[in-house]
């Protein structure tokens, strides 16, 4: 709980006056900030902590700390009511922010500002994801400026609508929606808009999984990639890595890059898996050792692969490496090799996964194998990576069962 009251600053300035400042309270915890307003220690009210009528100026400078109050007020509520920690820094912030908003931004340049942030912060993928949420609620609207007001909860089924119309798939239309309501959390957060703007009350994003299929490899296009002898060591690491991941049981590339040498017991590597907290065990073959081997980080990191160079770091950290290692140094040649392969397919680093969950049910594995297997928490998950069997494959299954 954050409390706050304005009073008077303990220095004073050149012309006797002392300046009429915030003082925010946090968890015994206290800071302030100056309104850009004063007075002399004579004319202030302690008990009410307003000037006091002898001063010439103490109608608008107690309109000005009324202003302040429904602000600073606001500000504190949108913090309370965010499910997110927060500290008095975040709260003078937003003050600051609003104190240097002279005009309503709007939404256009709001997201714009946030972009460019993501930029700066090394994060590419995520800065384009926005960048293209950005561009078509604009192509939506038919204009470069949009207001917050405009995107209210009318606008936003018209514009999950017209993406529908236009051939977009349930995930993008997710994804384009959840950017929005993003922009919509931060603003608010910083104290740029009122929470009554916020559209997302009425309109809720439905969780909707991609009935798409999935891009797999066939185990004889597994056996393509094995045999590809690599033009450069940028296209043999993606391919160590892909069938690294194959071979680990569809490992996501977090879990990965998270994997610690302790992970290592009895020829078994062991680890929770980061999306849902499942246990994970499988043993190694010797293309797994080779990889480790290859690959392994120095005497003094606790991971495995020498990926992650900080042992200790915070969850951006995480996130860039695994865009950049991603977006540079694996996907693209992995496009490489299969064009090479000749192998017509948009695979990418995640298709190992879907691969390996693929292969296993057109072996005629369980789907509560494959579950335990994937390491997910229910079978609807498992069956969003399964794909359906070849009708030649699903022949030869019913002819086996039945002859």
Partial sequence: MTTFNFTLSSSTKSNGEKSIIIVLIKERKNTSISILKSC??????????????????????NKFIDKYTVIVKEIIDNFELQDEPYDLKDIVDSIKSFKEKKAPISYTEFHTELIQNLKKEGKEST???????????QKFFKKDKIAFKEIDYLALLRYASHL?????????????????????????????????????????????????????????EIQLLKNYECKNNYEQFAKDIFLFSYYARGINFVDLILLTKSSVSNEHIRYIRRKTGVLVTFKMNDFIRT?????????????????????????????????????????????????????????????????????????????????????????????????????????????????
């Fill in 291 to 403: 990889i480790i081997e290859k690959y392994s980080s120095d005497s003094n990191s606790k991971f495995i692969f020498n990926i992650l160079k900080q042992n200790e770091f915070m969850p951006n950290y995480i996130q860039n490496k695994k865009n950049k290692y991603l977006g540079k140094y694996i996907n693209p040649y992995l496009k490489n090799i299969f064009e090479n392969c000749n192998i017509n397919k948009h695979i990418t680093y995640y298709c190992a996964r879907h691969s390996f969950a693929t292969i296993l049910k057109f072996n005629n594995v369980s789907i509560e194998i494959i579950r335990e297997a994937l390491g997910h928490k229910d079978i609807q998950s498992t069956m969003s990576y399964l794909n359906t069997l070849p009708e030649n494959k699903l022949d030869s299954v019913i002819e086996n069962m039945i002859l």
């Fill in 127 to 137: 800065a384009k994801t926005e960048k293209d949420t950005l561009k078509s609620i």
């Fill in 40 to 61: 002399n220690k004579e004319d202030w009210s302690f008990e009410t902590s307003r000037v006091k009528n002898c001063n010439k100026n103490s109608v608008n400078i």
């Fill in 164 to 220: 529908t119309s236009i051939g977009n798939k349930n995930a993008t239309i997710g994804i384009r929606t959840r950017t929005i309501r993003a922009v919509f959390n931060k603003a608010i957060k910083a104290g740029l808009i009122s929470k009554n703007l916020y559209p997302f009350e009425k309109f809720k994003i439905a969780k909707i999984k991609d009935n798409s299929k999935k891009e797999f490899l066939t185990e004889e």
